[in-house]
């Protein structure tokens, strides 16, 4: 006669099958959600997002509440515009399928960098933009009158503004901000193929 089988045994074995078969979805527990305030928001403007991972954003309510969702729930830095002139970063661990608080967060005045573009002959480009690598402000438009993009605001640290010009070839360099510093970068555009693009420094205000 054999021996009944035992039902937690059987439903042991099937959790152990379909977790060798890659049965389980782990989805929500590799992702978490954050939330917090920021204080004195202009909502039309202000937003939060991953840095390095720009498209994860969350806009900001009026009363500057906001809930980021899908973050990867490793060591991650927020990306936190407040208003058009203040800024701040905030490193964060979020937890899987959990909803981490950071509360009330007070941004400081952020910085700019006024980016002015030319071309090998010294004449301001017919359109131009700057990017700032893996974060939100992207596809910032030159004003042909100037020459010049302003960028910002941008938290205390370090960035890597792209440049391009029309029918030019794209110039990268790394720049360095303090809270609530203005600098002024130049760039001169060459063509495509000419890779002896480059910047030169003038300084902050």
């Known amino acids: 006669m054999r021996a009944p089988r035992h039902p937690w045994f059987i439903a042991w074995g099937a959790l152990a099958f379909m977790g060798a078969c890659g049965g389980f979805n782990n989805g929500p527990l590799e992702e978490g959600t954050v939330r917090g305030r920021l204080l004195g928001a202009e909502a039309d403007v202000a937003h939060v997002s991953v840095l390095g991972q720009p498209d994860l954003r969350a806009s900001v309510a009026a009363d500057g509440r906001f809930e980021l969702t899908r973050v990867p729930a490793t060591s991650v830095e927020l990306f936190l515009v407040a208003t058009r002139t203040r800024a701040a970063r905030a490193r964060v661990?979020?937890?899987?399928?959990?909803?981490?608080?950071?509360?009330?967060?007070?941004?400081?005045?952020?910085?700019?960098?006024?980016?002015?573009?030319?071309?090998?002959?010294?004449?301001?480009?017919?359109?131009g933009e700057v990017e700032v690598e893996g974060t939100t402000l992207d596809d910032l438009k030159l004003d042909t009158s100037t020459g010049e993009v302003r960028v910002g605001p941008l938290p205390a640290g370090c960035y890597t503004l792209e440049v391009q010009g029309d029918k030019h070839g794209k110039v990268e360099e790394e720049v360095c901000v303090r809270e609530g510093e203005s600098l002024v970068r130049d760039f001169i555009l060459r063509g495509e193929d000419d890779d002896d693009g480059g910047t030169d420094d003038d300084g902050g205000d």
């Open 93 to 127: 661990e979020p937890q899987g399928a959990r909803v981490t608080d950071l509360g009330d967060i007070d941004a400081p005045q952020g910085a700019f960098v006024t980016v002015r573009m030319r071309d090998a002959d010294g004449k301001i480009p017919s359109r």
